[in-house]
């Protein structure tokens, strides 16, 4: 029987439900009060797309050792002391099973002194894992995550040692991803949408606030990671896409490339905060997709907002940044067409949303 939050052991001390009512907020009054403080009082917000527990697809865990002791988990409510992770009604079945033997692991580690963290992504083809180890992984460390790897089936782990970026330890197979029959292997701890079902729901919104678009139609994407977005758009027009994280770039590139979708996806690499698109870099572009990071788009939604594109679809994880960015949509005079609320987040105040806004007279 799956486990529910009726039961789960660590509800309401443990931070990864953010919430400590074990009743579920209400997300579509969760997005018309995110609305209604951009001056939207009256926007047509659809019904919540419920995602199912037990099927969340990546955890990023903290790690702490006491003497013998080490306590694998998520940071307790308020606090940087770890829970201990016994159970979870959030997360994907096969990564329970995992941990002990990941504790067991931890413990041998001489690059696991005091503080650490296990990125891990259940990919199509198993578990991605990243360490971020507080000290130089030795040669015993490896030949003993080596074997743990080898044992356990996990396609590819890699480490990431004090102030340096991630490298394979092993990779048994290559990690992969498909996004609309695109194989692409995710840069190690890169982000993912929390779940599949909250992925396909976005991205079902998402063309369906798309305009009337033609062959050579063109669509600019900010934010977007490494194509969880790019290759659905892909095809209906060509995609422009930008993000800030090279290696999301690289990855997007290299899948497709391998697609056969070069002219169709064009990826570039672009700090959206340091260096905003400019308003006159959106003029041509028939829509403008944006799933921006927790913090939202502030700085670009400056230019953005001022371009006049006729379509603009805003997919947010974060209702008080899309409160702000929608704001300054809603004082550029742009509408909304539709809202949709998807509770990718169970037991917490946060809500995936995709809001289609169009621009007076379109």
């Known amino acids: 029987m799956s486990l529910t939050m009726s039961h789960c052991a660590h509800f309401g001390v443990c931070g990864g439900c953010a919430s400590n009512d074990r009743n579920q907020p209400d997300k579509r009054v969760v997005l018309i009060n995110a609305l209604a403080r951009a001056g939207y009082n009256n926007a047509d917000v659809a019904p919540p797309v419920a995602v199912p527990l037990c099927n969340r697809r990546r955890v990023d865990l903290a790690a702490s050792r006491k003497g013998a002791e080490v306590a694998l988990g998520l940071h307790r409510r308020r606090s940087s002391d770890v829970v201990d992770m016994r159970e979870c009604a959030l997360l ?34 198993g578990p991605d894992i990243l360490l971020r180890s507080d000290a130089a992984l030795t040669q015993p460390d490896r030949a003993r995550l080596i074997a743990f790897v080898q044992e356990h089936g996990v396609p590819r782990l890699c480490v990431a040692e004090p102030k340096s970026l991630p490298e394979p330890v092993i990779v048994l197979a290559n990690p992969v991803l498909d996004f609309a029959g695109v194989k692409v292997t995710p840069p190690p701890g890169g982000f993912l949408q929390a779940s599949p079902e909250g992925e396909a729901a976005i991205i079902a919104a998402m063309l369906a606030g798309l305009p009337k678009l033609r062959s050579k139609s063109r669509i600019i994407e900010l934010y977007a990671g490494c194509g969880t977005l790019s290759f659905a758009l892909a095809q209906h027009a060509r995609v422009e896409a930008y993000e800030g994280d090279e290696s999301a770039v690289c990855a997007a590139d290299k ?42 788009a502030a700085t670009q939604m400056q230019f953005l907002a001022g371009a006049g594109v006729a379509r603009i679809i805003y997919v947010s994880c974060n209702p008080e940044a899309l409160a702000y960015d929608a704001g300054l949509l809603r004082r550029a005079r742009y ?13 917490s105040e946060n809500v995936e949303s995709v809001v289609i806004f169009s621009s007076t007279g379109y």
């Open 335 to 347: 509408k909304i067409l539709a809202a949709m609320p998807i509770d990718q987040f169970p037991f």
């Open 255 to 296: 899948a497709a490339r391998a697609a056969g979708l070069a002219g169709r996806v064009t990826v570039t690499h672009r700090d959206l905060h340091r260096r905003p698109l400019l308003t006159k870099d959106f003029k041509g572009a028939d829509a403008v997709v944006l799933d921006p990071p927790f913090a939202g």
């Open 92 to 125: 994907h079945p096969g990564f329970l099973p995992l941990l002990p033997p990941l504790r067991g692991v931890l413990r041998s580690l001489h690059a696991f002194r005091c503080k650490a963290s296990v990125v891990i992504n259940w990919l199509d083809n």
